[in-house]
């Protein structure tokens, strides 16, 4: 049926959303300002190689993960202007 279609994909978006507004705030500007300090520790020789690349492979993943939820989120706006035949 229709409407539950559309009420599952606004409870996905809800949830999406409240994971988005979490995670993209503090949390990516906290990881953006990590990769600041490492690099310039890096420059300073205050830490090794090895510790800078695994810094920034978790960096990296995290900023990927980010990603991953808003395309996840943009889909399901997507879905959603599909299922009701609008844009919201």
């Known amino acids: 049926m ?3 279609e559309i009420d599952a994909t606004v409870q996905r978006l809800v949830q999406l959303q409240r994971i ?3 995670l993209s705030g503090a949390f990516d500007k906290q ?3 990590s990769l600041e300090k490492y690099t ?3 420059q300073n ?3 090794s190689v090895m510790e800078f690349v695994d810094f920034v492979s978790s960096y990296l993943e995290n900023k990927k ?3 991953d939820r808003k395309e996840q989120y ?3 706006i997507e ?3 599909y299922v009701i035949g609008k844009d919201i």
């Open 2 to 4: 229709i409407v539950n």
């Open 20 to 22: 988005l507004e979490k």
């Open 31 to 33: 990881l953006d300002l």
């Open 40 to 42: 310039r520790n890096f």
């Open 45 to 47: 020789r205050n830490i």
């Open 65 to 67: 993960n980010l990603i």
């Open 74 to 76: 943009l889909k399901t």
């Open 79 to 81: 879905e959603l202007q």
